[in-house]
């Protein structure tokens, strides 16, 4: 059983620009959430995809937007970067999302993004 | 809206102490509570949830919605428990989409 794997682990991007988010996950599962951590803060969720059709949004603008591929890995967009958007950004993944109880998310180690 | 605080961001105490870890939450309708734990270079993996009422390496936690907290607590605290435990809150059959609290780093001194 593979689990959740995330690329790139850490990235430097200046003001102003875009950066990919990549993640790949755990076998078997068709759910994928995004989350933003920043320092000393728990994690706030970004957005949801579920059969590649987002499944639900947290408070983040649309500069944040994501996809959904049919192998069910994901990407997360963010476009004209701040300073505040410095931070972990942890892809979870589980069997089922809509509608329904999930019974454990599974996340990855995430990717540390650093604005300058 | 809904919320979740964990009130201490660090605990320390000696090993087989007693350990509760406060969660309180905020949500007018039927939460579901989780614990998840982050252990030294590892990832976030679930601890426990208040449905499936169960004792995860000694753990228990106990959903009152009288006073809208689920609090973790473990009898004898071991060195390898110290890491940092989040409380989350999803609504009921929003699986995935988990409010977190900001951690509290558990620290078991020998």
């Known amino acids: 059983e593979t689990g959740v794997t995330q690329s790139p682990t850490h990235l430097i991007k200046t003001r102003g620009q875009q950066v990919t988010l990549r993640c790949s996950s755990q076998s078997g599962h068709n759910t994928v959430s995004w989350y933003q951590q920043a320092l000393g803060q728990g994690p706030q969720f970004i957005f949801q995809?579920?059969?590649?059709?987002?499944?639900g949004r947290g408070n983040f603008p649309p500069r944040f937007s994501g996809l959904q591929f049919p192998n069910y890995s994901s990407e997360l967009n963010v476009n004209a970067l701040e300073l505040d958007d410095s931070a972990l950004y942890l892809c979870?993944?589980?069997?089922?999302?809509?509608?329904?109880?999930?019974?454990?998310?599974?996340f990855g180690s995430g990717t540390q993004l650093s604005v300058l | 809206a809904q919320r979740v605080t964990q009130p201490e961001k660090l605990l320390s105490v000696f090993k087989g102490a007693p350990v509760e870890l406060k969660c309180n939450y905020s949500?007018?309708?039927?939460?579901?509570l989780f614990w998840y734990v982050q252990y030294s270079r590892q990832r976030l993996q679930l601890l426990l949830r208040?449905?499936s009422r169960e004792s995860i390496k000694g753990f228990t936690a106990d959903l009152n919605k009288g006073e809208t907290s689920f609090h973790l607590k473990k009898p004898f605290a071991q060195e390898e428990d110290s890491a940092m435990y989040y409380c989350a809150l999803s609504r009921y059959n929003q699986g995935g989409k988990l409010i977190f609290g900001q951690g509290t780093e558990l620290s078991v001194k020998p």
């Open positions: 979870a993944s589980s069997s089922n999302g809509q509608g329904t109880m999930v019974e454990k998310l599974f």
């Open positions: 949500y007018s309708g039927s939460p579901e």
């Open positions: 995809y579920y059969r590649e059709e987002e499944n």
């Open positions: 208040h449905i």
